[in-house]
């Protein structure tokens, strides 16, 4: 299994950011996907999460309205549109996948076990 985010990066309040999850080695269209991010000093968060065909969304209360989680199974990849970003929202962001035993997180009724090296998202002034 192998996760590769991309799309972070430094951006002033109020912008955007659209991270990418491109997933490898195992049936992506088959297996729920979610993203996660994490500051020092804090425990890592859920911030989406999606299911295979994209019927159910969940979102962290602090990004509703403000986050898209998506996913294109016909190109293995997942994403997470951010807008009207707040300095709060910095964090390294993660992409993971359902499944696996790496430091299985569990959230809104998903164990997460596959996770990518993330990317970082800054929001500043």
């Known amino acids: 299994v192998q996760l590769v985010e991309s799309g972070g990066g430094l951006v002033q309040p109020g912008g955007s950011l659209r991270l990418s999850c491109a997933a490898s080695?195992?049936?992506?269209?088959?297996?729920?996907m979610g993203w996660f991010r994490h500051t020092p000093g804090k425990e890592r968060e859920g911030v989406a999460r999606?299911?295979?065909?994209?019927?159910?969304?969940y979102y962290d209360d602090s990004v509703k309205g403000r986050f898209t989680i998506s996913r294109d199974n016909t190109k293995n990849t997942m994403y997470l549109q951010m807008d009207n970003l707040k300095p709060e929202d910095t964090a390294t962001y993660y992409c993971?996948?359902?499944?696996?035993?790496?430091?299985?997180?569990?959230?809104?009724?998903?164990?997460?076990?596959?996770w990518g090296q993330g990317t970082q998202v800054t929001v500043s002034s």
């Open positions: 999606i299911t295979p065909n994209s019927t159910i969304i």
């Open positions: 080695g195992f049936i992506f269209s088959a297996t729920g």
């Open positions: 993971a996948a359902v499944g696996g035993s790496s430091g299985s997180t569990y959230w809104r009724g998903q164990t997460f076990g596959y």
